[in-house]
């Protein structure tokens, strides 16, 4: 086995069909376990799955991390150094990936191919680092396919009286507001000539950015003059909004009532902060108007992230309040 210093970052090329980073992540690590150690008697007996193999997102809103502690999980089964086995996996990974990244010839392939860097942190983690070209790749996939779930809140019936303490109606005017709020803002550059909207004169919620395609996530301006690839949303309160999106696309699809209720809900509070923070209009419009169109987006990642939610509590979706 290829076994890599601790420091050596890797880029490797993932393909999904889901947004959703973490599930993407702990698939391609088990996919390199039973790759490397398909011969091991102990593989059939640990019966991993993917959401059996540990991973968290880092902490760190500026840099978007992923770190896997799997490596300190199957040492001690393979009295095997941590360190060194999360080394073996790390090649694995590379190994396994790498036929991946030709697909890219192929746009009929309608999955998001991402790439990232991969580096073995001592005594055993493995982190996986987003650049933020990828980030700009994964927030667009978010506009041009709309979200669709399939929450467990969705297999709850519809006909069933929801508890009064988590449908205070308090809690969910705030988020119900803060959807509007997103809807006022994309109605309005829609009619300012900002962007471009499909379908939003209609009465469903399920708006759309066509123009500019794409967002102008990456600022093109600051790679000519350095060459490193830079995200246009670099204020804190934008950096915020984007790790709670991240976090809620990983666990949408398995949220019960009262955690997704909490995300709606931080994700209504980071989006006021982002709008009362980060301008649009005047002198970005006029001045930086990329800035402006990627706000924008940012604006309708979120609106359709609060859409999904309320439609899982089975909330009514209003457009205007």
């Avoid at 990828?134 to 396919?145: A, F, M, P, R, T």
């Avoid at 994309?186 to 004169?201: N, P, S, V």
Wanted: net charge neutral; glycine share 4%; proline share 5%.
């Amino acid at each position: 086995m290829v076994s890599k210093v601790a420091n050596n970052t890797l880029s490797v090329t993932l393909l999904s069909k889901s947004c959703a980073i973490a599930q993407l992540l702990q698939q391609q690590i088990l996919a390199a376990i039973k790759m490397e150690m398909a011969a091991a008697d102990w593989l059939g007996a640990v019966k991993l799955t993917p959401e059996t193999i540990p991973l968290h997102r880092l902490p760190d809103d500026i840099h978007i991390i992923y770190r896997s502690p799997i490596a300190f999980k199957l040492a001690p089964v393979l009295q095997c150094p941590a360190f060194a086995l999360a080394n073996q996996l790390m090649a694995a990974i590379v190994l396994n990936l790498e036929p991946l990244k030709n697909l890219n010839n192929f746009p009929e392939i309608s999955q998001t191919v991402l790439n990232f860097n991969v580096e073995v942190i001592y005594p055993g983690w493995i982190n996986f680092g987003l650049p933020n070209q990828e980030l700009g790749v994964w927030l667009q996939q978010l506009i041009d396919k709309p979200l669709h779930t399939n929450s467990v809140l969705k297999l709850q019936k519809r006909d069933d009286k929801v508890n009064e303490n988590l449908t205070d109606t308090f809690s969910y005017f705030g988020v119900q507001y803060a959807h509007a709020r997103c809807c006022s803002l994309l109605r309005m550059a829609h009619q300012q000539g900002l962007i471009t909207l499909k379908a939003w004169e209609g009465k469903t919620a399920v708006w759309q950015i066509v123009e500019p395609q794409p967002i102008p996530w990456l600022n093109d301006e600051q790679e000519a003059a350095t060459g490193l690839v830079g995200l246009r949303l670099g204020h804190p309160a934008e950096k915020r909004l984007i790790a709670l999106v991240l976090d809620i696309v990983d666990a949408i699809d398995n949220l019960e009532r009262q955690r997704g209720l909490k995300f709606a809900r931080a994700l209504s509070q980071a989006f006021e902060e982002f709008s009362s923070s980060c301008r649009i209009w005047g002198e970005v419009k006029t001045q930086t108007p990329k800035l402006a169109q990627a706000r924008l987006g940012l604006v309708a990642v979120t609106q359709g992230l609060l859409r999904s939610l309320q439609d899982d509590f089975g909330v009514p979706v209003a457009v205007e309040l």
